[in-house]
């Protein structure tokens, strides 16, 4: 089974522009959830979630639960809940229902992040099982 944890980071809305110039630590993974909404997690679990952007909203956000994966992970207790295609191309987002869940994974060549929003957590966790 899965171990779902809360996936601290920050949240920040604003205009295509302004998340197109928004300056994150080296190290920091921006999720690009939509134009105007970026998800920026610390590489570090505990690192600082400390983040300027001017004429944004920014703030802190624990309302995503996952996981890193490994390859076989993610082909052995995924894949085979997803009905739609995942991109070829690393790395990527991509959104979409896993085992009729609403997620999101963050494909790296060499691992893989799966998020869902925290009250969706329990049902995902059973249906990946």
Do not use: N
């Amino acid at each position: 089974m899965l171990a779902l944890e809360t996936v601290r980071g920050i949240r920040v809305v604003g205009d295509a522009d302004v998340l197109d110039g928004m300056v994150v630590a080296a190290d920091a993974l921006v999720l690009r959830l939509a134009l105007d909404d970026a998800f920026v997690v610390p590489q570090k679990p505990d690192g600082p979630l400390d983040l300027d952007v001017p004429r944004a909203i920014v703030v802190e956000e624990t309302g995503f639960v996952g996981c890193w994966l490994t390859p076989a992970q993610l082909a052995e207790q995924v894949i085979a809940h997803v009905d739609w295609v995942l991109p070829e191309a690393r790395p990527a987002l991509a959104q979409g229902l896993i085992a009729g869940v609403p997620c999101k994974l963050w494909l790296e060549p060499s691992r893989a992040l799966l998020l869902c929003s925290a009250p969706y957590a329990h049902e995902l966790a059973e249906r990946l099982g």
